[in-house]
């Protein structure tokens, strides 16, 4: 497997904190994709659930835009799914139809791989982008 890029995130939840105390549905319908937002919109109104929720799509996000350089994708292409029924977490890339610089390289990408772990005010994130 031929490796496109590999990029890493950690973040400090209490900022993301603020910024979601400022503007919650603001940023959570700027960040997440269709079906995140979806899922989000599910969630109970516990304020700590919902910015655990957006810290690790952020860090899982940012360690993608690292891993798939030069492809810059907008928030939204990326969808980021938990551990659901014993399946593990993964990342898709969902180039939009739009034309951008980063479309001709689009091709280049294969598979994504995450890992993600959360401590008390810590979200780290990794992911490994293969090469097509």
């Known amino acids: 497997m031929p490796i496109h890029g590999i990029g890493v995130d950690i973040l400090h939840v209490p900022r993301l904190a603020s910024l979601f105390a400022r503007r919650p549905s603001r940023l959570a319908s700027r960040i997440l994709s269709v079906d995140e937002l979806s899922i989000y919109n599910t969630l109970s109104t516990n304020e700590q659930l919902r910015v655990r929720f957006l810290a690790v799509r952020w860090a899982v ?32 890339y969902h180039p939009s139809a739009r034309p951008s610089a980063s479309s001709d390289a689009s091709g280049n ?23 097509q």
Request: charged fraction near 20%; glycine fraction near 6%; hydrophobic fraction near 45%.
């Open 109 to 131: 990408v294969g598979a994504l791989h995450v890992s993600v772990s959360h401590d008390g005010e810590y979200v780290f994130a990794s992911v490994l982008a293969e090469a």
């Open 61 to 92: 996000k940012e360690a993608a835009y690292k891993a798939l350089y030069p492809i810059r994708p907008t928030w939204k292409e990326l969808t980021f799914t938990s551990m659901i029924n014993g399946v593990k977490p993964s990342l898709l």
